[in-house]
């Protein structure tokens, strides 16, 4: 059993960074490719970003956030982060990671087996 705990979240103005922080424990991180996703109100939860497991050279995003937010991770420290920068107001989301027991990173939330419980993210206009 994989839990995942996120940090990092808050209050930001338009055109601001966060990193976003995910830690992992109870499993082999490197077995795990992982995601953020997030969640706004009324809305259903949307891929973000994606890495594969093991050493994770290879990342996916969506193309809303594609040139502003980069995925990682640091296996060393069973962490997998967000940095985001250039935020805009329809950034504004609980933020969501998640673990797949797949090699290639996933953009579907059924691909994912773990989730955390969320950090949220507001940026303000």
């Known amino acids: 059993q994989v839990q995942l705990v996120e940090s990092g979240g808050g209050l930001v103005q338009a055109g601001g960074s966060l990193r976003l922080s995910c830690a992992a424990s109870?499993?082999?991180?490197?077995?795990?490719?992982m995601g953020w996703f997030r969640q706004a109100p009324g809305k259903e939860r949307e891929f973000v970003a994606a890495?594969?497991?093991?050493?994770?050279?290879?990342?996916n995003y969506a193309d809303s956030v594609k040139g502003r937010f980069t995925i990682s991770r640091d296996n060393a420290k069973n962490t997998v982060y967000l940095q985001m920068n250039d935020l805009r107001p329809e950034d504004t989301a609980v933020y969501y990671c998640?673990?797949?027991?797949?090699?290639?990173?996933?953009?579907?939330?059924?691909?994912?087996?773990?989730w955390g419980q969320g950090t949220q993210v507001t940026v303000s206009s």
């Open positions: 890495i594969n497991w093991g050493a994770g050279g290879i990342t």
């Open positions: 109870g499993g082999a991180f490197t077995n795990y490719a």
């Open positions: 998640a673990a797949a027991r797949w090699s290639a990173p996933r953009m579907k939330t059924y691909e994912y087996d773990y």
